[in-house]
C-alpha cells in the first residue's frame, strides 16, 4: 500500500524526487539561455603587445651610501667616516654622488666574514 506522503517526505518537506512546477522550469529555461547569450556576447579583448616582464624587484648594481647603511644596520656618518680615513669598501664617486658598486660590497662582506678561531 502506498503512503499518504507521496509528494512529501514524512516531515512536511517536499521531496527531491517530486519534479518542478512547469512554470519553475520555464523559468530557469530563460535565466540559463539569458546567461548563455550573454556569455557569447562578451566582448573579447584584443591581445595587447606584450612589453617585457619587469622583475618586481630590480637588481641594484650600485648602492647609495643610505641604502649600504640600511643594509649594514649602521648610520651614513659611520660611512662617511670611513671614507675621509680610508676605511670601509671602496666606492665611485660620480657627479658628486658616493655610490658603492654591489659586488665591491659583497667581496668587503665576504673578506669581514668572521671564522672560527682555535
Partial sequence: MKSPHTSTEAHGHPSSATPRPESTRDVLDVLAGSIARTALREIQPEPLLQAQKVP????????TEKMLADRWVCSVARLQRWRTVGEGPPYLKIVGKVLYRLKDIEAYE???LVRKTF
Fill in 56 to 63: 618586481a624587484e630590480p637588481s641594484r648594481e650600485l648602492l
Fill in 110 to 112: 665576504e673578506a669581514s
